[in-house]
């Protein structure tokens, strides 16, 4: 078991608290800091390619996608529902809270 400075056996849930944490301090060095700079890079590339995508440039207003984010990519993965009409609710902003079914009321 684990001893502490005394000599004494540590409480078992407190050494593997320790060992737990000698691990993590041991095993950082097996992903080096080049793979986060460089999985940054490929963010700031994502986001490059789509503030320059022609398709997602507003004419009305001549301006282009603003991405604030560079984990844009990330959020967008991360969309299940996509809602979609014909009359034009959507494209005009004109969308209505009508009512909330919460558990079938």
Do not use: W
């Not at 849930?13 to 950082?28: C, D, E, H, K, V």
């Not at 994502?46 to 959020?75: G, K």
């Not at 809602?83 to 009321?105: A, P, Y």
């Amino acid at each position: 078991g684990a001893l502490d400075i005394n000599g004494n056996y540590l409480a078992p849930a407190l050494a593997g608290f320790y060992t737990f944490l000698t691990m993590i301090i041991l095993l950082q060095i097996l992903i080096p800091i080049s793979l986060y700079i460089s999985i940054e890079l490929v963010k700031l590339g994502q986001v490059f390619l789509i503030h320059n995508d022609i398709d997602l440039y507003d004419e009305e207003q001549d301006l282009p996608i603003q991405c604030r984010a560079l984990n844009i990519t990330e959020d967008l993965g991360q969309v299940q529902y996509v809602f979609s009409d014909k009359t034009g609710t959507l494209t005009e902003n004109k969308m209505v809270f009508r009512r909330c079914t919460i558990n079938g009321k």
